[in-house]
């Protein structure tokens, strides 16, 4: 193999678009000359290929990792379990290293490659760059994982299992030679960017990158983080990350995240906000241990007895969801904030996917399939995992009799209708009073905001107080069908 100042060390980037705190590219560069690639798999992907703005994300972060490393990235597409085997020994490399990802086709792909990569001799270096806890490290007394997040989280700080010192960017890194690179395609050729223009509306609210990432950690840090266990329910306020498509890009790691958070806990004012975010910070893990002990979480119900659950087939219905001309004023403000910026708010991605599953009883699983299309976060461990949650389908469920009501909602978090009123101008005219009712306004009040439900703005596809009933009436008729099949 020669010296490891003479061998050739690929890095696979996957998740892990960065160079700091890279665990897998700090130990390929101890072990020779970097060889950094990239491969677009949407052979071994099948219908779990990234969604349209899940690959405008991805372009963009990929031109800033090759940037950051000095135009040596090579692209790649195609079967990874062909491409990486056939370069790693077309070039001479002694060593492959990559960050490890929790996908259920990835975990089956990359148990692949690492077996055919050791068979040919080549050392494999694998890390866990993306989590702050591995899911295997975090289990019962028993063994088995955890389906309730509270003891999760506190198993894992209980244990002493406090997130690792995040590890510095590389000094200056050693290049293999380019004619080293054979068969690969310029970026352009991996075909990200959707043909429609949808995207130029979020482009100026989203920086790519690693780069951008660390802007965007240090802006909420001294601008979102004062208040943020109770203003990060409103979605109008500065009191949220915008963190989670850099955490999923891994631009950023949660290490460095966490990290972060420890440079203000000198300040007592806010150890509530920090705690509380670095709760959702576990979320994100909690849900990572899901998708690992549960392979089908992204479309098999963990609560099994919804497997008969009469879901609606309403494909009128569900376009207007995703539309966001329900009539249902807080409702498509946040589906049109999907549609034109790539993100959702989290509170408001709840009421958003509580309407479709609970009041529309539309299956979890098809706006699951939505916002895997629209998210620029589009992560399928915390997506598949949060629906569940909200439909009551899944693990540490919210109670399917829990049904949000997005007037009360939409009162209590855009008080001032900001928000909305961003988001759905064709209504804002409307007092605050009438703003998330409008088809309960008086008629002189509709007629002087220059609003004709139907016409101008949609009529409720829905009755939320009849539709709140039948998916109450739906649940109980499904426990009572299963407490009978046990009794007999």
């Not at 899940?54 to 990235?73: F, I, P, Q, T």
């Not at 249902?328 to 989290?346: C, K, T």
């Not at 005219?429 to 703005?457: H, M, R």
Request: hydrophobic residues 40%; proline residues 6%.
């Amino acid at each position: 193999m020669g010296s490891a100042s003479n061998s050739i060390a690929i890095h696979w980037f996957r998740q892990d678009l960065r160079l700091s705190d890279n665990p897998a590219l700090s130990s390929a560069l101890k072990s020779g000359r970097l060889l950094p690639i990239y491969i677009l798999d949407e052979v071994n992907a099948e219908d779990a290929q990234i969604g349209d703005a899940s690959r405008w994300w991805l372009h963009h972060s990929l031109m800033e990792l090759n940037r950051s490393l000095k135009g040596n990235l090579r692209f790649y597409r195609g079967d990874a379990t062909r491409i990486l085997p056939k370069l790693a020994a077309e070039t001479g490399a002694g060593t492959v290293s990559w960050n490890r990802c929790y996908e259920p086709w990835r975990i089956k792909r990359d148990t692949a490659i690492k077996e055919m990569l050791k068979e040919d001799g080549i050392t494999v270096i694998t890390e866990n760059g993306s989590l702050l806890w591995e899911p295997w490290e975090i289990l019962k007394s028993d063994g088995s994982p955890y389906r309730v997040f509270t003891p999760f989280y506190s198993q894992g700080r209980l244990n002493g299992r406090l997130p690792r010192e995040p590890i510095a960017a590389p000094a200056s890194i050693s290049f293999a030679p380019a004619d080293k690179y054979p068969e690969t395609v310029d970026l352009a050729e991996l075909n990200l960017l959707p043909r429609s223009n949808w995207t130029l509306k979020r482009e100026p609210d989203w920086h790519p990158g690693e780069a951008g990432a660390q802007a965007q950690v240090r802006y909420f840090l001294e601008n979102g983080l004062n208040g943020y266990k109770i203003r990060r329910n409103f979605p109008a306020a500065e009191n949220r990350s915008r963190l989670s498509p850099h955490l999923h890009f891994g631009e950023l790691s949660p290490h460095q995240v966490w990290h972060a958070l420890s440079f203000k806990e000198h300040m007592p004012e806010l150890d509530d906000d920090i705690g509380n975010f670095k709760t959702e910070l576990a979320w994100r893990e909690f849900s990572y241990s899901l998708l690992f002990f549960n392979p089908g979480l992204s479309n098999v119900n963990l609560q099994q007895k919804f497997d008969s659950f009469p879901w609606r087939s309403d494909a009128a219905a569900l376009e207007a969801w995703q539309e966001g001309r329900t009539g249902i004023p807080f409702v498509d403000a946040g589906m049109r904030e999907l549609w034109q910026s790539g993100y959702m708010h989290n509170r408001v991605r709840m009421i958003v996917s509580s309407f479709l599953s609970k009041n529309l009883m539309i299956d979890w699983r098809e706006g699951a399939r939505w916002f895997w299309d629209c998210l620029v976060d589009a992560d399928l461990a915390n997506n598949s995992a949060s629906w569940q949650w909200v439909s009551g389908t899944g693990a540490d469920a919210a109670p399917y009799f829990r049904i949000f009501n997005p007037v009360t909602q939409g009162t209590r978090f855009d008080p001032n209708g900001d928000y909305t009123r961003k988001y759905v101008p064709e209504i804002a005219a409307l007092p605050n009073k009438w703003l998330f009712n409008p088809w309960e306004a008086p008629t002189d009040i509709l007629e002087g905001a220059g609003i004709v439900l139907g016409q101008t703005y949609p009529a409720p596809i829905v009755d939320l107080k009849t539709s709140r009933r039948r998916a109450l009436d739906a649940f109980s008729d499904l426990n009572d069908s299963r407490k009978a099949g046990v009794a007999s």
